[in-house]
């Protein structure tokens, strides 16, 4: 009975349970293990279908950490919707700590620069610390650049003609 089952799945395609989906509006699906007709076993797959297909407007993102576990097999079982809004709350939460954390930083930078604790202007280097000439203020006659900032070299003509 279980063949004649399995065989009739085949014969109208791939059957998928849905498991779930995501407040973006994301599908997602398993196919369980089957055996083809040739009795080669087909491992159980993940699938997920996008809420917004097209490919170009997919953004980092779009599927939440706990079905992107799922999907890859990093966990067994599928977040359930409880789990997703509590996590969800949790990562606005550490957002807004961190938020308040940089502002007392920053008071307490500005702070520590009006009681001349901290040294007001930070020194910038320029050039990569494994250089020769790193910290100098000579001028090369190799260009240089760092990062977005090009200098060129200077040239100085040859004395000796």
């Known amino acids: 009975m279980i063949r004649i089952a399995a065989a009739f799945r085949r014969a109208l395609g791939v059957v998928r349970e849905q498991v779930g989906t995501d407040h973006f509006g994301n599908k997602y699906f398993i196919i369980p293990e089957q055996k083809t ?27 939440p950490t706990e079905w992107d576990a ?6 067994k079982e599928p977040p359930s919707m409880e789990e997703l809004m509590r996590n969800e709350h949790n990562r606005e939460q550490v957002k807004l700590r961190a938020k308040e ?36 203020e000579e001028i090369s006659e190799e260009p240089t ?3 977005n900032t090009f200098q060129p070299g200077s040239w100085v003509p040859n004395p000796k003609k």
């Open 70 to 75: 799922w999907i890859r097999g990093r966990r």
């Open 101 to 136: 954390v940089e502002e007392k930083d920053k008071v307490l930078q500005t702070k520590e620069i009006e009681e001349g604790l901290v040294a007001s202007s930070r020194t910038v280097a320029k050039g990569h610390a494994s250089a020769a000439n790193f910290g100098r």
């Open 37 to 63: 007709w040739t009795g080669r076993v087909v491992r159980a797959k993940r699938i997920v279908e996008a809420a917004n297909p097209t490919e170009f407007e997919y953004m980092e993102g779009s599927i």
């Open 145 to 147: 650049s760092t990062a």
